[in-house]
């Protein structure tokens, strides 16, 4: 079984990101990341955290500096010899509107 707290997350450019997968699985699951199709291993731009607690295990990624191409759907994956289940978050850009007033 799967859950995602969020399944839809947006942030702006330039910033930090972390969405979050919750699985249960036995016998114990091998869980990862994948975005377009390729597994995410961890690295500056992706930073990964499992932490495991008998069957339950909660799942974190974040995403460093968001640009264009982070936008878009990521995919939590769960598999045992029993089988495979994986949840989907969809991560949106949000737009940062900055309002300058300047005295002359």
Known sequence: MIWVPNQLVGAP?????TIECNT???????????????MLLPTKKYITK???NSYRTYMKLTVRN???RD???????SKNS?????????????YLILFLL???
Do not use: H
């Open 13 to 17: 450019a330039g910033t930090d990101v």
């Open 82 to 94: 029993l089988g495979e289940t994986e949840g989907s978050i969809r991560l949106y850009g949000m």
């Open 50 to 52: 499992v932490q495991d």
């Open 102 to 104: 300047f005295n002359l």
């Open 24 to 38: 249960e699985a036995y016998p114990k699951a091998i869980s990862y990341w994948v975005y377009e199709g390729i």
């Open 71 to 77: 936008f878009g759907s990521y995919r939590c994956i």
């Open 66 to 68: 968001l640009t264009a």
